[in-house]
């Protein structure tokens, strides 16, 4: 591999020379003992040096590959505390990504021209990573636009946790009839002659969404591997190095886990995976964490791919839905089995993950880890935590502390913050989840993105949630009383997320004998304004001293991927995340965009005059400057 030419180091190390060196850096560390510094030597994988040129020089050898980061903000590398890696990787190449899309008329051109290349048989699916919110037009695709650009090929269109449109294909293709009845928590829209109108419902349940989505043809063969490599190569491309996989539904161990298995097994993983095993049926869920007890034992594995527990549920019946259009779920009694499945883990040494949106749910979950602590059961030194905790109350976090539980909180709120507030006002918002509470209770607190279906997988948007407080709409959720700073927020992506896998003295710090994970940055993170924190990209990120993606000028640095596979992918056409200016942009462009939300509004509103759903001409614009 060629690396970049850098004067004043001559090659001179013999027995101690480095793999990797990247020089000329501004290093945030995260190490008190020592915070900056302007170099980095990795040898082996791991940290040898951290200091400046002159440390580093007596490391340099002939086959040391040395990198001259430009005077460029280094981190080290992101790790995500509750991400959908495995899933996701299997289907990453088949789905129409809207992360980052500006305007529904820019998506909706992506899907015309991605629908036009698809063959018969395969589906268009956008899926997560995107909300109306974001979007100039603040709305939803309708059905007949899909039906538009897509006459004869199915379309599936995920919202959130709240619904899906589809096309008249899809409809067809997924096998909806006026006969078709509605699943439990779910509805099936139908118009006045009682067919189904395109559109689904979470009511509160996500399941229909996901029942109708597994409909849709799944990659086979080598492909899994190749979409799998591309996912996480797109996931390098934002800083992450390291994350903890939350299993879920439709994700069966250890059939869905053996394409990560394989990859680790052929050194072919650029991303470190932590993951957790997660029941999938319904009055099984005892049998199954019997038998993976029997099968295996947390942290079983190494640095790149180790068990890491249970969760994030544990029997289906414990788990509370995030749906917040619909109201709060009342779960019924689930306590008997929750504590058979939690005792078990607990005797046999097992952490685990729990799923619980709301106060209601972690209250009763915290009663019975009290019940099993009279026992002894708690605290025991088993890692174990709940995610997500929008509403959990001070007089929770006080339990959760003092039975030696840790938080992980995502930033779904990014993307459903509106419909929260409407829900439960801006005061309950503000709170929604109390993350300073949190540290100042001394939890540790991991941050994720809760990618793929709902959130983006791009960290950076997370991180300018947790200092901003602002949705991907711009709203203000949550006031400065309840916003971290900035290295407080790259530590919960960072150092926190280690914990979680009990490898805080193993990375999350640019320390001599940690991990050689490291990312450098796009712009640097500690002075970039606010909005333009969700804008950063990684420029160079190296895992285990490994180059693991390189662009602008580093590109060519990094390992070659198979192209991907299918060839009508349409991550082959568009890529991933949808990368869109800063603030900073010109007035000229602002004027363009704005322009195209306009024209896309217009025609929105002819399309509904066309239907008797408004007037047919559009309504004068009135302002009171201009009256008499």
């Not at 997660?278 to 180790?306: K, N, S, V, Y």
């Amino acid at each position: 591999m060629s690396t970049m030419p850098v004067g004043g180091l001559v090659p001179r190390a013999t027995d101690n020379a480095a793999d990797l060196v990247v020089r000329n850096a501004k290093i945030h560390t995260q190490d008190p003992v020592r915070p900056q510094a302007e170099a980095i030597a990795i040898r082996d994988g791991v940290i040898t040096v951290v200091g400046d040129d002159n440390d580093v020089a007596s490391h340099v050898g002939p086959d040391t590959k040395v990198v001259d980061a430009v005077g460029r903000r280094m981190v080290p590398g992101l790790n995500d505390a509750h991400l959908h890696v495995i899933r996701g990787g299997l289907n990453y190449v088949l789905e129409l990504r809207w992360d980052g899309v500006p305007t529904l008329r820019q998506g909706l051109a992506m899907l015309r021209e991605q629908a036009a290349r698809t063959p018969k048989g395969q589906w268009v699916r956008v899926v997560g990573g995107w909300s109306a919110e974001q979007f100039a037009e603040r709305r939803l695709p309708t059905v007949a636009e899909l039906n538009a650009a897509a006459p004869d090929t199915p379309v599936f269109v995920l919202h959130l946790y709240q619904s899906a449109v589809l096309n008249r294909a899809a409809l067809k293709a997924a096998g909806f009839t006026r006969d078709t009845p509605d699943p439990k928590g779910g509805q099936i829209v139908r118009g006045r002659n009682g067919e189904p109108t395109g559109m689904l419902l979470a009511a509160p349940s996500a399941l229909i969404l996901y029942s109708t989505l597994a409909k849709a043809p799944v990659l086979q063969g080598k492909d899994k591997k190749t979409s799998t490599r591309h996912f996480l190569r797109e996931l390098n491309r934002f800083g992450l190095t390291s994350a903890i996989d939350a299993a879920g539904g439709f994700q069966n161990f250890p059939d869905n886990y053996s394409t990560v298995v394989e990859l680790a097994e052929a050194g072919q993983l650029s991303l470190r995976i932590a993951y957790h095993l997660f029941p999938q049926t319904a009055g099984q869920e005892i049998d199954d964490l019997t038998r993976w007890i029997e099968m295996a034992r947390p942290e079983d594995g190494d640095e790149w791919l180790r068990l890491n527990g249970a969760g994030e549920n544990l029997t289906w019946a414990a788990a509370d839905f995030e749906n917040f259009a619909e109201p709060r779920p009342e779960l019924t009694d689930y306590e008997t089995e929750f504590e058979k499945a939690v005792r078990l883990l607990m005797e046999n040494g097992w952490g685990f993950r729990l799923h619980a949106t709301y106060d209601e749910t972690i209250r009763r979950d915290l009663a019975v880890f009290e019940k099993l602590a009279a026992e002894g059961l708690f605290p025991a030194g088993n890692r174990w935590l709940f995610d997500h905790a929008e509403t959990v109350s001070a007089d929770s976090l006080d339990r959760i502390a003092a039975l030696g539980g840790a938080m992980s909180v995502q930033n779904r709120l990014s993307f459903q913050g509106e419909a929260f507030v409407r829900r439960y006002g801006p005061g309950a918002a503000a709170d929604a989840p109390p993350i300073q509470a949190m540290l100042e209770r001394g939890l540790t607190v991991g941050a994720g993105t809760d990618a793929t279906r709902v959130s983006t997988y791009n960290p950076w948007v997370a991180l300018h949630w947790l200092v901003t407080g602002r949705t991907v709409g711009d709203l203000v959720v949550r006031p400065p009383h309840n916003r971290v700073d900035r290295r407080t927020a790259l530590a919960m992506f960072t150092e926190a997320g280690a914990a979680l896998t009990g490898e805080e003295g193993a990375k999350g710090i640019l320390r001599p004998g940690f991990l050689g994970d490291l990312a450098v940055l796009s712009e640097d993170y500690f002075t970039v304004p606010e909005p333009d924190i969700a804008h950063i990209e990684s420029l160079l990120t190296v895992v285990g001293g490994r180059i693991v993606y390189a662009t602008a000028e580093y590109e060519g640095l990094d390992e070659e991927l198979p192209p991907v596979s299918p060839e009508w992918s349409p991550v082959a056409h568009f890529g991933g995340y949808q990368a869109t200016p800063s603030t900073g942009l010109s007035g000229a462009r602002q004027a363009e965009l704005l322009g195209q939300a306009v024209a896309e509004s217009e025609q929105h509103r002819q399309w509904r005059a066309r239907r008797g759903l408004a007037p047919q001409t559009a309504s004068t614009f009135f302002d009171p400057c201009f009256s008499l």
